[in-house]
């Protein structure tokens, strides 16, 4: 890669944290989207490697390498599926279709929120410092990872509004819903990203079992001390012993 290549990816780096106007208008005005969009994905694969790297640190291990790849994939995932979302719901409502200003435009928004998620790795850390329980510490996760979309989605609503395109209101709801359910699932399906200290394997993927609000209304449940035992029993002791 070259020192100019570099510094462009740089600027619009830059201007992704202090000039989102300045993006906004590139986009919506189709300049050179092709950069734009590689120079955010690169974002997104770093930015998620080293958060995914730090749930990892939770267990370690091969566990470590794992996050890190899984992450990056969650979230390329959903821009790729999200933005025809937004192409199609807003075409349908009236909006002028643009897949690839849609696409850089969704990229650019993950990419803000892979950013937010780097900038709150020391609280990740700090909760591995802390020793924090399993279940909080996924709590934790899912409450700095709901910020980072909240923040996404800003940037996408913020764009959007500026069109003042037929239409636009009901695009952003929806293309809300498609980033929850493409995201979530996503997520779900590549999960674990955090492993129990006390389990005794490390898996990359896991069987799909449940949903992604079955898990989240499992932790806040074993958060208050309420645990299922057939799903989370005690090593080396006799089920007589455990309390239903």
Known sequence: MSAAVEARGLVLLEQLLRDRGAIRARIAAGRDLAALTRVMVATIAIAMAVVGAALG???GGVQIA???IKLPL???GTAALSAPALTAIGAALGRRARLSADLALVITALAFGALVLVACVPLLM???ALELPYHRMILATVAIFGLAGV???RVVV????REAAPGCTSAVAGLCIVFALVGGQLAWAL???LVRPRATDVVFV???EGSLFDAIGGALRSAQGIYTRDRAPLPDVDAREVEP
Do not use: Q
């Open 57 to 59: 640190s939770y267990r």
């Open 66 to 68: 794992y996050a890190a």
């Open 74 to 76: 969650v979230l390329l």
């Open 126 to 128: 700090l909760g591995r």
């Open 151 to 153: 923040a996404s989605l």
């Open 158 to 161: 913020t764009a959007l509004a």
């Open 191 to 193: 999960r674990p990203y």
């Open 206 to 208: 896991h069987e799909v």
